[in-house]
């Protein structure tokens, strides 16, 4: 006959009786009820996940793409560019190895790059797809919001709170992430004396700018805008992170002519820059222009790559429409597929969106505009259709864009 158990059992941990707990877990030489073990297991993930969150695994030079590998990545997303992407390249590896050196006697220095190109030719498309090949944090700032302190707008060191979010402030990993400083043309210096008045956005924000280029420890408040004395910040080295700079430097055109006609000597030199195409003429853009048109001097310096985006031709907005992985053409003929309706979409509406986007001047931001408005009836009736096969034709093309009005909202362009 089995011994009938006298003493009732207790939770070690809340003290809590067996018959006041749903389950009660006997060990060794205590027990714990159901409660205390739930709350245990989530201690121990929230530990886990945090002891994870702070801990950065090391860069490993064997691991790491190298140049030919990112740019062939690069290849996947952007069309043409090639001199820049392979600038790109080599700076981001470069840039890596440092952080993988460790001690070392040769202190090798980080390599900002800045780019210069028009709008809508790829320079945020190839920061980001840098970034995603890296697997590493990833911001995009806008410098026309930035003003010096004590003016309407953003602290120069807000600009890092994109780039704590997108590593959920991490800021281990964060220090050896990438930022993207779009629109940097747009705080040159608006003139040669500016000790007239203060350059609310121009020199004022480059000189700001300066210390997070070159590396020191910064400041950020958590939740961005401006400083608040009651505010706790977050202290982040900026030493270990890539800063690239992308600009249209509108105009700068004419500053680089002046400086090549400069340059130029002998018989027949002054039609030398009449015969060099003017969309090509951005390719030999050096740092003195952008001295000229308004960077200061400690700013160019720290920012050594320097590398150019040529405007789009016709064969590259083509092949923009079809190529890449993000491939306009690629996306609706998926989504499509989703519905079980096969897409066919003839070269000639190709050639029809190409010629559309150069005329109004829309460059590769503009084919996925035309090619929306083309397809927004098509997308709207399909689904609730059984066709299993569409084939987008010339004239409906054109109709679709003559319906919406396109030609006219775009024709001030």
Do not use: W
């Amino acid at each position: 006959m089995a011994k009938k158990r006298t003493t009732e059992l207790h939770c070690d941990f809340c003290g809590r009786s067996e018959k006041e707990v749903k389950l009660l877990l006997p060990g060794l030489n205590a027990c714990i009820c159901n409660d205390c073990a739930d709350r245990a297991v989530e201690i121990t993930h929230q530990y886990l996940n945090e002891l994870k969150k702070n801990t950065v695994p090391d860069i490993e030079l064997e691991t790491l793409p190298k140049p030919a590998e990112i740019k062939a990545f690069l290849d996947e997303y952007v069309i043409g560019q090639e001199a820049a992407k392979k600038y790109l390249s080599v700076a981001v590896y470069n840039h890596y190895k440092r952080l993988a050196q460790g001690e070392d006697d040769v202190d090798i220095e980080k390599s900002n790059i800045i780019i210069v190109g028009p709008t809508g030719t790829g320079k945020t498309l190839l920061a980001k797809t840098i970034a995603r090949m890296l697997k590493v944090p990833f911001a995009i700032v806008d410098a026309t919001v930035l003003t010096e302190a004590g003016y309407v707008g953003e602290d120069i060191e807000s600009l890092l709170t994109r780039l704590l979010a997108a590593c959920d402030y991490n800021v281990e990993e964060a220090q050896r992430g990438i930022v993207f400083i779009d629109e940097i043309d747009k705080i040159a210096r608006k003139g040669d004396n500016p000790s007239i008045t203060r350059d609310v956005s121009g020199e004022g924000v480059q000189q700001g700018l300066l210390k997070l280029l070159e590396g020191s420890v910064v400041n950020v408040p958590p939740q961005g805008g401006r400083k608040h004395p009651e505010q706790k910040m977050i202290a982040v080295d900026t030493k270990n992170i890539l800063f690239i700079c992308g600009g249209a430097f509108e105009g700068i055109e004419r500053q680089i002519a002046l400086r090549l006609n400069t340059h130029v000597v002998g018989y027949g030199s002054s039609n030398q820059m009449t015969r060099l195409e003017r969309e090509k003429i951005l390719r030999y853009v050096a740092p003195q222009d952008l001295r000229s048109y308004g960077l200061i001097p400690e700013i160019i310096g720290r920012l050594p790559v320097l590398t150019n985006l040529e405007p789009l031709d016709r064969d590259a907005l083509r092949r923009i429409l079809t190529e890449p992985k993000n491939a306009i053409v690629k996306q609706y003929i998926k989504l499509l597929e989703m519905d079980g309706v096969k897409l066919k979409i003839g070269d000639d509406v190709l050639d029809f969106v190409v010629d559309k986007a150069i005329e109004f001047k829309l460059g590769a931001r503009g084919l996925r505009g035309i090619f929306e408005t083309i397809m927004m009836d098509v997308m709207y009736d399909l689904p609730s259709t059984k066709r299993k096969e569409y084939t987008l034709t010339l004239d409906y093309a054109k109709k679709q864009l003559e319906k919406s009005g396109f030609e006219l909202m775009h024709s001030s362009d």
